[in-house]
């Protein structure tokens, strides 16, 4: 059971390029959760989808970012035109149905630097 | 607005020190709160969860206490080891769903 996998795990990207991180759930699971973690900050809650559905985006900024989980393949959160305070560490968490945060699964996150 | 705070930011101590870990937050209308355990490049692992109509749970060396009508929570550890070594997140549900609110946790340090 290789658990929530993400990568890369270290991205740098220059000001204005692109960022894809990805993320494939645990076996069995088929909700996604994306938080966000600030230098000397907490995690903050992203997005949650299910397949081909993104389900909240409420904590998604409204520019630049969108995340993606389609029927085949890792759920993908892109972050265009990319600035300096999108410096930060990304976790993905899933879970097998809706049952809520107490059986999140994390993965080890992917950190994404922006020069 | 549910704000979670965790002091002290930063800890060290001894091997073999009995330690408390403190989390505050702003609105006792919660549903559970959860303490985790993140290591320098891998995820975060849950260590306790305390539904709102509990006062405390325990696992080995790790208690944690509720106390929603002033807001707080305590990780205590106890006869910690190095390998007790990480950052010690809080995070509060207020509705059952998926959604956290995190502390900024605090930074331990045991030393041999």
């Known amino acids: 059971n290789a658990g929530v996998m993400q990568n890369p795990r270290h991205l740098v990207r220059r000001r204005g390029q692109e960022a894809r991180l990805r993320c494939s759930p645990m076996?069995?699971?088929?909700?996604v959760y994306w938080y966000r973690q600030l230098p000397e900050e907490g995690l903050k809650f992203m997005v949650y989808l299910q397949k081909e559905n993104i389900i909240d985006e409420s904590g998604m900024p409204k520019e630049r970012f969108s995340a993606e989980f389609p029927k085949e393949g890792p759920s993908i959160l892109r972050i265009q035109q990319v600035v300096r305070g999108d410096s930060a560490a990304y976790f993905c968490?899933?879970?097998?149905?809706?049952?809520?945060?107490?059986?999140?699964?994390f993965g080890a996150g992917s950190r994404l630097t922006v020069l | 607005k549910q704000e979670v705070t965790q002091i002290p930011a930063a800890l060290s101590v001894p091997e073999g020190e009995n330690l408390v870990l403190n989390c505050s937050f702003t609105d006792s209308a919660i549903y559970n709160l959860q303490w985790f355990r993140q290591d320098p490049g891998k995820g975060l692992t849950s260590l306790l969860l305390?539904?709102?109509?509990?006062r405390e749970q325990t696992s080995g060396r790790l208690n944690a206490s509720l106390d929603k009508s002033s807001g707080r929570s305590t990780l205590y550890i106890a006869a910690s080891q190095p390998g007790d070594s990480a950052t010690y997140l809080c995070?509060?549900?207020?509705?059952?769903?998926?959604?956290?609110?995190f502390g900024s946790g605090t930074r331990l340090l045991v030393r041999p």
């Open positions: 995070a509060v549900n207020e509705d059952s769903s998926y959604k956290l609110i």
């Open positions: 968490a899933s879970s097998p149905d809706f049952s809520g945060a107490n059986v999140l699964t």
């Open positions: 305390i539904q709102s109509s509990q």
């Open positions: 076996k069995g699971h088929s909700h």
